[in-house]
């Protein structure tokens, strides 16, 4: 009976993919992320990003993903001769769903593509100087989910596909000081089917 479950399913996954031009595949990629912040100095780090991702569509598409990142920042001030340093990094759960279209061929072409993304926090690591957690002691209270979108362009050729992509905050991560998170990302996947 599995057997005839497992065929009945690839058959549909085939029909489906040949006609709506169904994609489904694996993607990986590195993440440039700050923390824009009234007040502070900041600057960027480097994290990553590793998930799940389908297309539907012929020359237009849906792109839903599902994937882990690592993001976050450092922050810097100088207050009257006082230095004040953090770095926060975050692993997350993000989920985009994008629109994009297509230009050129099937097994090469250019896309662009923007949408809104959910991103859920599962782990936050901050490390404060203790004069910066005197001056600023809420300065760490993140809040657990936020809103932004996302738009870039990628290429495809063939099963492999790229994309270099913007993420801006449409929330704040920290309403306190006015933060929200700006992120670039570079990422390369594998087309399944």
């Known amino acids: 009976m599995k057997k005839y479950i497992l065929g009945f399913a690839v058959i549909i996954l085939t029909t489906v993919s040949a006609h709506a031009q169904f994609s489904l595949g694996a993607k990986a990629g590195v993440n ?17 990003q590793a998930g799940l991702f389908a297309r539907v569509g012929k ?3 849906i792109q839903p993903e599902l994937y882990l990142s690592s993001t976050g920042g450092k922050f810097d001030s100088n207050d009257n001769g006082t230095a004040y340093n953090g770095k926060v990094r975050f692993t997350n759960l993000n989920v985009p769903l994008l629109i994009g279209k297509y230009f050129g061929g099937q097994n090469l072409n250019i896309h662009i593509m923007a949408g809104p993304v959910y991103t859920y926090v599962l782990d936050k690591n901050a490390s404060f100087s203790d004069n910066f957690n005197q001056a600023y002691h809420d300065f760490g209270d993140y809040n ?5 979108f996302q738009a870039g362009a990628g290429l495809d050729l063939g099963h492999i596909t790229a994309d270099l992509r913007y993420e801006g905050g449409l929330t704040k991560i920290n309403d306190n000081y006015g933060q929200r ?13």
């Open 32 to 48: 440039f992320s700050k923390i824009n912040t009234d007040n502070l100095d900041e600057s960027i780090i480097a994290g990553y």
């Open 59 to 61: 020359s237009l598409f």
């Open 144 to 148: 657990n989910s936020t809103l932004g």
């Open 181 to 193: 998170q700006n992120i670039w990302s570079l990422s390369v996947g594998f087309k399944f089917f």
